[in-house]
């Protein structure tokens, strides 16, 4: 007993440093299960705070910019005004349906919530995007997150009361499904790591056609964002050798390095989605 | 200024430094300066070692919360305020220059040498210890080793140009008499 004590005293500090070390580890390996339980609730909070008054400063540089693509959003409203179409013919009329209550509000499936981003990094390997936004402002996890002209930036996996943390496009861990304008294939994105604002689109099948140029929006499958939001332009294509597949390199419609605005996507039918999920996952097992 | 005071508002410094000036600036996706570390390099001589780790951990983890991913710089950190004593040890050239100076510098190491290799090693150590973290789920050795090579040596310029800026006044502090 008493050797034990003396190993433990002289050794004392190459052992504190080995504990120390492999709860550092620990943290990297088993990320998201402490994340959520501790992170989120006063880490976040707390460099949120930090994070908005340096992004007060920053945002005065960048108004311009700011106001640019906001006009370019506001161009694009515009031209889906009713009074833009003319309507010649009365067989191709939209009817209005004449039911009392409003129809609108009950059918409507996504809302669209604006939000201040605070802090966003691009040049490390996973890279995170803070909204002044959060919990107490009806953010929700799971949210897929918008720029002010529809392109894809991510999704939210955790949010604080006043904030929430958007796991963005360049994020090793980010799978979100998108779809050839054209064909209609859809893959996975995933991100190596390398150039931000170059994306991989991996799963397209040889088969399909994929020029130079072509498009790449959100296939609509999860629950995160509608179907059609530009995700981005096809730069190059290459066939993977062992694969039947393509490996598709892309450029993002959203520009991660000046983001100033986004949108979070509220989907209404996620809980019913989800539920269902949950009952077919039970069954089989 | 009392030495506590003194190393809390490095700290702070350091940190906001790295986050809002050296993370904004994107050179080239092989190189990624890192500077706050230096906070670890400059603690003084005569703290003990389980201090220095604790206190590195600290500055890892207030790291890490403005990346939302734990552990990566903490690890990194903690790695170098364990070998940091070693290399003291082996670096100072005459029996009782930690003991006359405060903390480690051109003038404490005895000559800008000594302490080129001192930050050169520690430096290296902090990068290739985190980018292999960073990279474990990448897999590409050759991306690794390049980007730790170059992110050390932008690194170790930013040192130099913050050891030249900053001159930190240090009294010769003599025990013999």
């Not at chain 1, 050839?180 to 991996?202: A, C, H, Q, R, Y």
């Amino acid at each position: 007993m008493r050797n034990i004590f003396l190993f433990i005293r002289r050794y004392f500090n190459f052992l504190f440093f080995l504990l120390l070390q492999g709860f550092s580890i620990y943290l990297v390996v088993h990320y998201s299960r402490y994340h959520n339980a501790v992170f989120s609730n006063t880490a976040n909070q707390l460099t949120g705070k930090v994070n908005e008054q340096y992004s007060k400063v920053e945002y005065y540089f960048r108004l311009k910019k700011t106001n640019d693509s906001l006009v370019k959003a506001n161009e694009k409203l515009y031209n889906k005004l009713k009074a833009d179409f003319e309507l010649p013919d009365t067989t191709s009329k939209t009817v209005l349906d004449t039911i009392r209550v409003d129809s609108i509000e009950q059918h409507r499936k996504y809302n669209f919530f604006s939000a201040k981003v605070v802090y966003n990094s691009v040049a490390a390997q996973n890279n995170f995007i803070v909204l002044g936004r959060g919990s107490a402002q009806q953010l929700k996890e799971g949210m897929g997150v918008v720029d002010p002209n529809n392109g894809v930036v991510g999704i939210i996996t955790e949010v604080s009361k006043d904030y929430a943390v958007v796991m963005s496009l360049l994020h090793k861990d980010s799978r979100i499904s998108g779809k050839l304008l054209k064909g209609g294939e859809t893959g996975t994105l995933s991100w190596d790591g390398k150039t931000p604002n170059i994306i991989s689109l991996t799963g397209i099948p040889k088969s399909a056609k994929v020029i130079i140029g072509d498009t790449i929006i959100s296939s609509g499958f999860s629950t995160s964002f509608p179907k059609g939001m530009m995700i981005g332009i096809v730069n190059e294509v290459t066939p993977e050798k062992s694969t039947s597949n393509f490996l598709i390199k892309f450029k993002s419609a959203a520009n991660f390095y000046n983001l100033e605005y986004a949108f979070a996507i509220d989907n209404k039918q996620t809980e019913d989605i989800n539920n269902l999920l949950d009952k077919v996952k039970k069954k089989t097992q | 200024m009392s030495t506590l005071v003194k190393n809390i508002l490095r700290f702070a410094l350091f940190i906001m430094v790295q986050v809002f000036v050296l993370d904004k600036i994107h050179l080239h996706q092989m190189v990624t300066p890192y500077i706050y570390f230096l906070f670890i390099l400059w603690l003084p001589f005569r703290m003990g070692r389980t201090w220095q780790m604790i206190i590195a951990f600290a500055l890892g983890f207030a790291m890490d919360s403005f990346r939302h991913h734990p552990g990566f710089h903490t690890a990194a950190c903690v790695l170098i305020a364990y070998i940091r004593p070693f290399l003291i040890n082996l670096l100072i050239p005459q029996e009782g220059a930690d003991t006359n100076y405060e903390e480690p510098s051109f003038k404490s190491m005895g000559g800008m040498l000594p302490y080129l290799i001192f930050t050169g090693v520690l430096t290296f150590i902090h990068h290739g210890w985190l980018f292999l973290l960073e990279a474990w789920q990448f897999g590409n050795i050759w991306y690794f080793l390049i980007k730790t090579l170059l992110s050390t040596a932008v690194s170790l310029l930013l040192i130099i140009i913050t050891e030249l800026l900053f001159v930190r006044k240090q009294k010769f502090r003599t025990n013999t008499i």
